[in-house]
């Protein structure tokens, strides 16, 4: 179970850097933060769960 939480955060990490990279070069400061807040909490919450 462990393992499967960690494959799954590492999924959302790359594709965190693809879409940051993505939206730096595509959209406004705003889009970008909001996106990237959203990513860093889901992450966030996996690895809580992982961790409980």
């Known amino acids: 179970m462990a ?4 494959q799954i955060s590492l999924f959302y ?3 965190f850097k693809k879409i940051s990279y ?3 070069k595509k ?6 933060f909001i996106v990237l807040t959203l990513f ?4 966030c919450d996996i690895l ?3 961790i409980s």
């Not at 393992?3 to 960690?6: D, N």
């Not at 860093?40 to 992450?43: A, C, G, H, P, S």
């Open 3 to 6: 393992k499967a939480k960690l």
């Open 13 to 15: 990490l790359k594709s």
């Open 22 to 24: 993505f939206l730096s």
């Open 27 to 32: 959209c406004h400061t705003n889009l970008k």
């Open 40 to 43: 860093y909490l889901k992450i």
């Open 48 to 50: 809580k769960f992982k």
